[in-house]
């Protein structure tokens, strides 16, 4: 799978919030993603982001 910095994706969890789109600040072994609902954070491995990966916004 091909990721860039400044994607929207969609996962398959959602987070806390309620929010399922996260936009990606940092790729690599670990993704560093940024809900779109709160503004939270996170650091992800990326074998994580591909499985639960569902489509580009």
């Known amino acids: 799978m091909d990721f860039k910095v400044g994607q929207t994706i969609k996962m398959k969890k959602v987070h806390p919030c309620g929010e399922n789109r996260w936009e990606i600040l940092r790729t690599g072994m670990d993704f ?24 580009f916004l």
């Open 32 to 55: 560093r993603l940024k809900c779109q609902g709160c503004g939270r954070q996170v650091m992800v491995p990326r074998k994580l982001v591909e499985k639960s990966f569902r489509g």
